[in-house]
C-alpha cells in the first residue's frame, strides 16, 4: 500500500495517511495535502510553504510504523552521545 508522508522543514515526520485517506481527504492531490500540514492558521501565507510529501510503499501498516521508529536513531545516538557517535574537536 502506498502511504503519503510529510516531512518538516527539519526532516521530522509529522503526519503519515494511506492512498485511500489521500482520496477521501484530498481529493488525491498531494498539494492540499502539503497545504494542510503546512498552514499556521487562518492567516497565514499560502506562498509561503515549509517541508515536504514523500511517497512511500510498504507491505503493511505495521512496517510503516516500523520505519518511522526507527527514523531519527542516528540522530538520537548522535546528541545524545551514544558509544562513539559524539562530535570531536581536532
Do not use: W
Not at 477521501?24 to 499556521?40: G, I, P, T, W
Amino acid at each position: 500500500m502506498k502511504y503519503y508522508v510529510y516531512f518538516d522543514a527539519y526532516g521530522h515526520v509529522r503526519q503519515a495517511i494511506s492512498e485511500k485517506q489521500l482520496a477521501e481527504q484530498y481529493q488525491n492531490d498531494v498539494d492540499k495535502f502539503l497545504e494542510a500540514m503546512c498552514s499556521r492558521g487562518a492567516d497565514a501565507d499560502r506562498g509561503h510553504i515549509n517541508g515536504h510529501v514523500g511517497t512511500l510503499t510498504f507491505q503493511s501498516e505495521q512496517e510503516l510504523t516500523d520505519y518511522l521508529e526507527s527514523l531519527g536513531d542516528e540522530i538520537a545516538g548522535f546528541y545524545k552521545a551514544d558509544a562513539d557517535s559524539r562530535p570531536y574537536n581536532f
